[in-house]
């Protein structure tokens, strides 16, 4: 150890003193970045006031109908946007501000121009909130948000949630969360078995006594209803389907309140002062 630190310090007294830059070359360096920083402020004006590089052409692709100027106003792009100031991001976050707008996507293209990528929501189920004195149909997608109303969903082939209360108009909110794992099953169920989904004509929300809720099931073709936990399956719905089609031929069928298939096991809940099991 002791000879290492003698060592070290022998080099460091024989070490040569260090030699001066002349005064020319420190004249020459400062002379060079004073060049280089009014190069880099020179490009930067023209970066910010150059005709050259605003933004001029702006392609507009989506799969829904929207005028250009609405996705623009949207989008909050006026005309000679500086091509490096905008910010693709930021136009995206507020393109999808609009609940309808499922995915955006925007793409600078040097040296003037922009694309426009926009996709909507699809409809997988209708709810029902009311407005004044009346109730309006509300379009939800497979994520459970409410996108869309108006009286123009009324053509809509879509099962119906009801039971639920709203607070004003829903659009841009989301349905209850307790919900999400359902949705994701009728979003499997068209896609896996579409002619059963199309026989879903209303989905009932009841809240349980304890947390949680059931769904009182309609289906287009018997009027009597299902009661099911909150999760559904083709498997099920295919034995809901064969239950409902034999109990419609017997003669019992007008004394039936309702099919509880919670439990595993088919239970009829008769309408009071009738009998079943």
Known sequence: MSEAASFRRNRSTASPAPRRMPA???????????????ALLLGGLLVVQGSWLKITRIHVHADFDMSREEVLHQAGITGGMNYF?????????????????????????????????????????????????RDVLAAVDREGVIFDAGQHLGGANLPVFSGITFQGVPVG??????????????HRLRLEEPKLFERISE????????????????????????????RISPELCRWILVVLDILSQQETADQVAEVDFRS?????RMKEGARGR
Do not use: C
Not at 211 to 216: N, S
């Open 264 to 268: 595993g096991e088919v239970v009829y």
């Open 173 to 186: 909110s989301r349905m209850p969360r307790m919900l999400e794992q359902l949705l994701e099953d009728l």
């Open 85 to 133: 100031l905008l910010r693709p991001a930021e136009v995206v976050a507020r393109l999808k501000r609009n609940p309808l707008i499922r995915e955006a996507r925007a793409e600078k293209i040097f040296p003037n121009a922009l694309r426009l990528d926009l996709v909507r929501r699809r409809p997988l189920v209708l709810t029902i909130f009311s407005r004044g004195d």
């Open 24 to 38: 020319g070359g420190n004249r020459w360096r400062v002379l060079w970045g004073l060049a280089v920083t009014g």
């Open 203 to 230: 989905l009932r929300v009841v809240p349980r006594n304890n947390g949680g809720v059931d769904i009182l099931l309609f289906t287009a073709d018997y009027r009597i209803p299902v009661r099911i936990g909150d």
